[in-house]
């Protein structure tokens, strides 16, 4: 009997002693070494990142000095970058699986259409923020496409919009979405190949309804006063001129159809900022002159995919920044900032989308330079997310 004590409590020692030891193991720093990385502005060579309780504590020569007691990992040949944060999805309406859109080196996602839930993920997991569904006029675009459930929340009075607001904001929207779509554009994807199985698109012989300047006010006010900033769905020129009265500054699309110079120099002058969706939406006989004239302004683009969508990745999107390069006559180190640090400036999550110190560590890498091989981002063999490893292929 004594002898069966003895050893049911040694087991219970042993047992005790390798869980510490794993918990000591989980919650060690990590140092991260690697040839080059990209910090969210600029590449840098000789990359050393010190990765603790969730941030990056400290980058170079410090992060080299403070990690003594630090697990090692060095990914030699390799370019280390911030996780891409994805402006314009749609996952939670189409369930798109979430670890997958990590696993392929999205560490942040915004849901712009869809159910609404409060920010979640961060740690180990893709974080999550929604705007819930797309405000727009009764029988307008979205409904018009995908049906009403919990896709389109339909107003019609400023007071129905403001309460709109009000509702979405207390059920966790980060951002409110706005709709103002008349459809019939050619090569829209939403009067063509994305139609809910219930719903087919409205023939492009009728407008789609459109809220009023004053609807659309009263929504960018209630949002406002909620610390809240409105994104707007727009196409072609009269959403357009809607939403610049009424203050609207990012738009979710560049437009598909052409937007006249007065129209885009007015969006410049309000400091708009325009989320990309070009993959999405290369049919658009306006995307490319849009593109263009909105560069030449100096306007701010910013990367969006719009996950979920057909024939987009889950995950980053090469082909969107290849378009940013070519549409936009953006640089590489352009396009990776407006996909890290710019996105997360307009998040408002302070060092998001960088390798700073006190930064969230998201950080992905792939091997090898991204020089002319952006391609392989979409394949990332290393993802953290909040400082919790989720892909190592360095480790094989």
Known sequence: MRRFGLRFIGLVLLLTGSTMALADQQNRPIL???????????FINDAAILVAGGHISATGPLALASSTAAEVIDLGDATLLP????????????????????????????????????ASGGDGSLRMMTSGPIITAPGG???????????????????????????????????????????????????????????????????????????????????NRYQRKVTAHIGEKNGARIALNAGITEWAHMPCAHIPDTLLQKAFAQQVKIVSTF???????????????????????????????????WGIDAQELFYMMHLADMTLVEVLRSATSKAGSLLGIPLLGTLA??????????????????????????VMSGGKRVVNSFAN
């Open 32 to 42: 991260l070494l690697a040839k080059q990385m990209f910090d969210g502005e600029n």
């Open 83 to 118: 996780g891409f944060i994805e402006l314009h999805a749609h996952s939670r309406f189409q369930n798109v699986p979430a670890e997958t859109i990590l696993r392929h080196g999205v560490t942040t996602i915004r849901d712009v259409g869809g159910p609404v839930f409060p």
């Open 141 to 223: 675009y979205p409904i018009t496409t995908f049906g009403a459930n919990a896709i389109g929340v339909p107003v019609a009075t400023e007071e129905q919009a403001r309460e709109a607001v009000r509702q979405l904001i207390a059920n966790g929207a980060v951002v409110i979405k706005v709709a103002l779509e008349p459809g019939a554009e050619t090569g829209a994807p939403w009067t063509s190949h994305h139609e809910h199985a219930a719903s087919k698109a409205a023939p492009a012989k009728k407008p789609w309804p459109l809220m009023s300047e004053s609807v659309v006010k009263a929504i960018v006010d209630e949002a």
């Open 279 to 313: 993959d999405t939406l290369s049919k658009c006989p306006g995307i490319s002159g849009n593109a263009s004239r909105w560069a030449a302004l100096g306007g701010e683009l910013l990367y969006g995919a719009e996950i979920a969508h057909p024939d987009i990745p």
């Open 357 to 382: 110190t006190g930064a969230p560590a998201d950080i992905i890498a792939v091997k090898g330079s991204l020089n002319k091989a952006v391609k392989k981002l979409e394949y990332p063999d290393f």
